[in-house]
């Protein structure tokens, strides 16, 4: 039986996708061996990282999401700064956080407790992050450890989306299964 591996995320508007994507072609002397950039078309914000599921698990999925995408209304998200993550832990990634958002909190709140209810799974602590890259520990040898620049930015959030990732020797891919409109 194949499974796919799913999670559910906020895509970026194209206008924010490229400020990310200009904001990696600032650091061309990096070593492509210690560090890999997410591509353009990946960068996202996961809001549940569902696992792999079989294609009846998927459409009750889709389902859950459905029902609680039209019980919220579309907001806005304000991006802060860019920094070394995950906080509190030894860094493998640069990210995008965003600022703290009751909105955000409440959708993803409700998409954790719809969805642990159905799997019995219990899912971590959320932070509304973006990542950038991902790097190899060599890597932090070179690079101070409280790295942080601003990244002000706000983008508004109209739909959620079920997406795929399917793990590839180059990176992963993504393809959006159904999005869902908020409030709709």
Not at 2 to 7: A, G, I, V
Not at 14 to 25: A, G, M, R, S, V
Request: with cysteine; net charge positive.
């Amino acid at each position: 039986m194949t499974k796919r591996r799913l999670f559910i995320a906020i895509n970026l508007p194209e206008n924010t996708k490229k400020k990310l994507f200009d904001y990696q072609l600032k650091w061309p002397d990096f070593d492509p061996k210690q560090i890999r950039w997410t591509r353009k078309d990946n960068l996202h914000i996961t809001l549940i990282f569902v696992g792999y599921v079989t294609d009846d698990e998927m459409y009750e999925i889709c389902t859950l999401v459905k029902q609680v995408a039209k019980n919220h209304q579309p907001f806005f998200v304000n991006l802060e700064r860019i920094i070394l993550g995950p906080p509190d832990k030894t860094p493998r990634m640069f990210w995008v956080q965003g600022e703290k958002s009751q909105e955000l909190a409440n959708i993803q709140t409700d998409l954790r407790d719809a969805i642990e209810q159905r799997s019995g799974v219990k899912y971590n602590a959320f932070r509304p992050h973006i990542n950038l890259a991902k790097f190899k520990p060599l890597f932090m040898k070179t690079f101070p450890n409280d790295f942080e620049e601003v990244f002000k930015h706000q983008i508004s959030v109209e739909t959620i989306e079920v997406m795929q990732s399917e793990l590839r020797r180059g990176g992963a891919e993504y393809t959006v299964l159904e999005s869902m409109e908020l409030g709709g």
